[in-house]
């Protein structure tokens, strides 16, 4: 049964803070009545972050809206009282792309992801690119080889493939084969999101198609469609 309190869930298969994400960052911003966005760029901690930051910034400032940029790059920012409590607060969320083991590592049992899950379980929205969107679901796709680790299951039952337009046809391969009986597969295309609505219902957004794997069903669903029948 869907839970009527949790916010709205943008899991974007990469290619955050384009042209093509400008419609539905828009769309995001005004679901969460916010004038700010909490922008993590802890994937990107090797990757240059505070660029990461400032595509962000200048991105949200054309939506009219600033960005909070805290440069939580280890497991010690991200046990911080202070900043745990700004993310508690905060009705607008987004997890930036980059390495998805290091994300988890920091974020796993912290501070700082509790009170990101509290957040959205009272109303937030919370987005999450690339390496974000794979980490936030469990079972995750284990970007090493295509295979599934545990991640910090913001949702449960259902795995995230980035990229899917682009990526290694060995690794998509690979994830499909592997895939649990218990859970449900979406290749997310950059500049494209799986959107969860707060009443429960899953919907694409963007540029191009999620496609949902289960079993040996396969169903590409382009922008602007529903999604029926996914956990979360």
């Not at 999450?128 to 295509?146: E, H, I, K, N, Y």
């Not at 649990?180 to 500049?191: F, K, N, R, W």
Request: hydrophobic content about 45%; aromatic content about 6%; charged content about 20%.
């Amino acid at each position: 049964m869907a839970d009527d309190r949790l916010g709205t869930l943008a899991l974007l298969g990469g290619g955050e803070w384009g042209d093509g994400s400008r419609e539905l960052d828009a769309e995001l911003l005004a679901a969460s009545g916010a004038h700010e966005v909490l922008v993590l760029p802890t994937a990107a901690a090797f990757e240059h972050p505070e660029r990461a930051v400032e595509r962000a910034r200048a991105h949200f400032d054309g939506l009219g809206a600033s960005v909070d940029g805290p440069m939580v790059l280890h497991r010690a920012e991200a046990q911080e009282s202070e900043l745990a409590a700004r993310a508690s607060e905060a009705r607008f969320v987004y997890l930036a792309d980059g390495s998805p083991m290091h994300l988890r590592s920091v974020l796993k049992d912290s501070a700082l992801f509790e009170a990101l899950s509290r957040a959205y379980h009272e109303g937030a929205v919370i987005a999450a690119s690339g390496a974000g969107a794979t980490v936030l679901c469990d079972p995750m796709v284990d970007p090493r080889g295509g295979a599934y680790t545990v991640g910090l299951g913001l949702v449960v039952g259902l795995a995230v493939f980035p990229y899917h337009g682009t990526a290694a046809d060995h690794l998509r391969e690979r994830s499909i084969d592997l895939l649990p009986a218990s859970a449900v597969l979406v290749g997310v295309d950059e500049e494209t999101a799986l959107v969860r609505d707060p009443g429960g219902s899953w919907r694409v957004a963007g540029q191009g198609e999620v496609t949902r794997y289960e079993g040996d069903r396969v169903v590409a669903h382009p922008a602007g469609t529903s999604v029926d029948g996914l956990p979360g």
